[in-house]
């Protein structure tokens, strides 16, 4: 069974920085793709930033210039550097792994960001 441990989320003022980490607890973990979406209330989870196991990204325009996603292989963890955050960032955010060619697509439980002054 996968596990997830994710941390970092929490209130933050707008303009502030939060750093999001997900420790996945799977073999193989460099060979996924890994990758952080968001759910706003009343809104479809959406994609944030991915990351290959090439190392190939990929960021939503919302966020492009703002946050930077990152893995450590060695550490089975994937992170997200959150920089100028705004009041639209708040969302849940999810961590997520897949593996396509497989049928693997497995989400962590979700962490709270909240931009609020």
């Known amino acids: 069974q996968v596990q997830f441990v994710e941390s970092g989320g929490g209130l933050v003022q707008p303009g502030g920085s939060l750093r999001l980490s997900c420790v996945v607890s799977i073999s193989s973990f460099s060979s996924y793709v890994t990758g952080w979406y968001r759910q706003a209330p009343g809104a479809q989870r959406q994609l944030v930033a991915s990351?290959?196991?090439?190392?190939?990204?990929n960021y939503a325009d919302s966020v492009k210039d703002r946050f930077t996603i990152s893995r450590d292989n060695a550490k089975n963890t994937v992170y997200l550097q959150m920089n100028s955050l705004k009041p639209e960032d708040t969302a849940v955010y999810y961590c997520?792994?897949?593996?396509?060619?497989?049928?693997?697509?497995?989400w962590g439980q979700g962490t709270q960001v909240t931009v609020s002054s």
């Open positions: 990351i290959t196991s090439a190392g190939n990204l």
């Open positions: 997520n792994v897949r593996r396509i060619v497989f049928g693997f697509n497995y």
